[in-house]
């Protein structure tokens, strides 16, 4: 399933107990209409307040179910913070997180002396000017293959287990403005995975140069410096959207 959703009222999209999240709702509403439990798996697990317009979700479903109902009736349930864009059958060896080769990602900025209220749930307002060409040059030493540490909330892990990698992939990261308007501005990102944190972090780490507070430059330090501390502020989750999912094939 692609599904689409606002964040702003959900503890993120992965199972927690006892609070509001898009995976427990929409288990919840699969659930109800299948008359039976299900085990969600998503293609990425967006922290709380964090939206989504292509999330890929993955379940095992008794096989006589008709996937248009289905839709129709999770759409009912779930309206209006959560939609289930469109459903297919897949392969039973696929799966939406780790068969996907990448994700991407939007973050939204107003850049302006006075907010904008029309999108101030999805645009983190920054008052102050940006230097959108120091923020788009800062995207250079991001390409690649790198440990992002500098950039994630590093995972807990238990004793005696190694610790995860956080080596990532970025393919493409750039800034632009949006309709024409000057104060409006859009991020997107895309790589082979995310570190928790990692987008709203690189987000913040750029602004701050875009504020004069970094250079371009000093991105490469940061990267190598493998510290959480070496970065910038993280942006808040409220402009961020994972946009995309893309596979090997058409599931």
């Avoid at 750039?174 to 859009?186: A, F, G, K, P, V």
Wanted: with cysteine.
């Amino acid at each position: 399933m692609t599904v689409a959703y606002d964040g702003s009222g959900f503890r993120g999209f992965a199972p927690n107990p006892g609070v509001p999240t898009v995976a427990g709702a929409l288990g919840d509403a699969i659930a109800t209409v299948v008359r039976r439990p299900v085990e969600l798996t998503g293609a990425g697990r967006t922290d709380a307040g964090v939206h989504a317009w292509g999330q890929v979700v993955s379940a095992d479903l008794p096989a006589e179910i008709d996937l248009e109902d289905l839709v129709r009736r999770l759409n009912k349930l779930l309206a209006p913070s959560v939609a289930v864009r469109n459903a297919c059958w897949a392969g039973p060896d696929f799966n939406a997180r780790f068969s996907a080769n990448w994700r991407h990602y939007r973050y939204e900025v107003w850049n302006a002396p006075t907010p904008n209220p029309l999108i101030a749930g999805r645009a983190w307002f920054v008052a102050q000017p940006l230097a959108v060409w120091a923020m788009q040059a800062a995207c250079d030493p991001l390409i690649g293959e790198h440990d992002f540490t500098s950039f994630c909330r590093r995972p807990k892990v238990d004793d005696g287990d190694p610790e995860r990698s956080l080596v990532r992939r970025i393919t493409s990261a750039r800034w632009s403005t949006l309709d024409d308007d000057e104060h409006h501005l859009r991020f997107e990102i895309r790589a082979n995975a995310f570190c928790h944190q990692m987008v709203r972090s690189i987000v913040g780490t750029l602004v701050d140069v875009g504020l004069g507070k970094a250079s371009p430059g000093d991105v490469r330090g940061i990267l190598v410096a493998r510290d959480r501390e070496a970065a910038g502020q993280v942006a808040p989750p409220y402009g961020l959207t994972l946009w995309e999912v893309g596979y090997p094939f058409c599931p």
